[in-house]
């Protein structure tokens, strides 16, 4: 239970959520200063953080931008036991970077037909450790799902996105924002004939979820194997992660601290091959494309805590299993995507921690412990 009364969002805001227009209205009236939420009743305010989406591409250059460390120092890497919410409460773990499964949106949808419109609350209701995440930094899942300036991320929005009118504040049904949008993009022109009409779209991303027709899967797995490796990096480097900063951490006990402490979270998605039925796609028919996404994801994940602690913040980063349980990608995929990152900031020095909610399945120890070796 993430605060001492269950209803979160009554809790951070003084009032009960209701129907989309009504909430973002009184939303907007209780923001300050830009990025604060001050409660109706109480005029306590919580920071709302500070929102990107970067591209994998955008992190790689800001690093090599930074330059590198004066000494390589090697990570750490261990395993962290513990759900989303206690993460969050550790005091040693402030000013972390803590990964966070949701879907493209940045938001956490129980499946795709579920919308922004249908609202924040009921997050705690979904188990899992996405929505956990999201109550745990309340004030940030407000800013994403009403509040979020749409303008600000350019093309990493749905397509439908461009019929909103300029200066559209929230996430709805009709427009919100895309993480993989960068991705479909360079695929659909190298799918595309010079000069030739626009082709139909690769996938169709629907409240977050990248959901494939019949043949759509086997097409575009296809289309990958036609390139090397060195344009397949230049692909992984078109995904973008939510990386949202300076947020104030909510799900405390009551009464809250006078200062509450903060963390950073990385919204990263996977594909939801589990959820694509339609697709009658096998395993190695997903595989080049799922693979890719959590490769990009993961290497996200950890250039931006590299970032965070080149800037002086904290050089710890939680990640967790995204893409397992119910979406459907095979374990060893996304181990084999979290080796791959640590091997890119490797000599950075970071504190790396594997959140496993229960007993660590042995492929995890397996790998902890080759790092631990180095």
Do not use: K
């Not at 923001?31 to 929102?51: F, P, S, Y």
């Not at 078109?238 to 405390?252: P, S």
């Not at 009658?280 to 799922?290: G, I, N, V, Y």
């Amino acid at each position: 239970m993430p605060t001492a009364h269950g209803n979160w969002f009554t809790q951070l805001t003084g009032w009960a959520e209701s129907d989309y227009a009504s909430t973002q209205a009184r939303l907007l009236n209780q923001v300050e200063d830009g990025r604060w939420l001050r409660h109706a009743g109480t005029g306590r305010r919580v920071d709302m953080g500070v929102l990107r989406l970067p591209t994998l591409q955008q992190l790689r250059q800001e690093m090599a931008a930074a330059g590198h460390p004066p000494a390589p120092r090697p990570l750490r890497v261990t395993v962290q036991r513990g759900d989303a919410i206690s993460l969050h409460q550790d005091p040693t773990l402030a000013g972390a970077l803590i990964q966070a499964a949701s879907q493209f949106n940045l938001l956490e949808m129980t499946g795709p037909e579920r919308t922004p419109e249908h609202g924040i609350t009921a997050y705690l209701h979904d188990p899992t450790q996405g929505p956990a995440c999201a109550m745990a930094c309340g004030g940030g899942t407000v800013w994403r799902n009403y509040l979020v300036p749409l303008d600000d991320f350019g093309d990493l929005r749905t397509p439908e996105s461009d019929d909103a009118p300029r200066g559209c504040r929230g996430q709805t049904q009709a427009q919100q924002l895309d993480a993989l949008a960068g991705l479909h993009a360079a695929l659909q022109q190298v799918q595309d004939r010079p000069g030739a009409a626009p082709g139909p779209r690769l996938w169709t991303l629907r409240n977050g979820y990248a959901l494939f027709g019949p043949g759509q899967v086997q097409a575009v797995a296809e289309l990958l194997r036609r390139f090397d490796e060195p344009a397949l990096d230049r692909l992984r480097g078109a995904l973008a992660i939510g990386w949202h900063q300076h947020l104030d951490v909510t799900a405390l006990p009551l009464p809250w601290p006078a200062t509450l402490p903060q963390v950073c979270q990385a919204y990263c998605s996977a594909l939801p091959v589990a959820y694509n039925r339609r697709a009658d796609a096998t395993l190695a028919d997903w595989e080049p494309l799922a693979r890719l996404v959590l490769d990009a994801s993961y290497e996200a994940t950890l250039r931006a805590a590299t970032l965070q602690a080149r800037a002086g913040g904290s050089a710890t980063v939680v990640l967790t299993l995204v893409g397992g349980g119910v979406f459907g990608n095979p374990r060893p995929w996304i181990l084999a995507a979290i080796d791959r990152a640590l091997q890119a900031v490797a000599g950075e020095g970071l504190d790396v921690r594997i959140n496993s909610f229960g007993p660590p399945p042995q492929d995890l120890l397996d790998l902890v412990g080759r790092w631990q070796r180095h």
